[in-house]
């Protein structure tokens, strides 16, 4: 019990901690540029290099997931217990609020707000799927091959990347998302289009999971 504790502790502490810099490195890059790609430049080196960071620091402890997309598949591939699942999420979803909450705080912003950032298009979504597809394969592809040291630094490098060349600015993660409409800020999404990019980003991972599938059949 005590090691879930421990477990629950890193998911909440690594997801905060990376909402706290998504959130927090959007706000700053609004307030240093009034131009959206030089705020987006800033949002996104900040946010690989912390995810990079976190993963490398707490992959040890919970495996790093900061994901309920990623600890869901876990579950379904039987490498997780449904109570340790179910631990996991309520971690991460309570760390990803908790961080928007902070960031807010940090710059002097209502503590409490909710987004009026609407997000949701069919373009949007689809970035959302491909997104959440290419985290899962590359998690699941690194994993496979036993090289588990690269994936810090290849999931930083996917979203990243992935910040760019998707018209939803990839987020990849539902937690995040829920935590994201917690500031009403450069990187706040709102209530209506939270849904949306959880059901978008649920069939990112399924599709992620079954590219994996699919590269592994082909290979044996």
Sequence with gaps: MAKL???????FAGTAALVCVVVGSGIMGANLSHDAGVALIINAFSTIFALALLISALGPISGAHFNPAVTLLQFFSKK????????YVVAQVFGAICGAILANAMFDLPTLQISTH???SPGTLLGEVLATAGLIAVIG???DRGQGNLIAVAVAAWIGSAYF???STSF???AVT???MFSDTFAGISPASVLPFIVAQIIGAALGAAIVKGIKSAAS
Aim: net charge positive; charged share 15%; aromatic share 4%.
């Design 5 to 11: 504790a421990n477990k629950a502790v890193a998911e």
């Design 80 to 87: 997780q217990s449904a109570g340790e699942a179910g631990t």
């Design 118 to 120: 609407a997000r949701v």
């Design 141 to 143: 592809l690194l994993t």
């Design 165 to 167: 060349f998707t018209a």
């Design 172 to 174: 990849a993660n539902p």
């Design 178 to 180: 829920i935590g994201r």
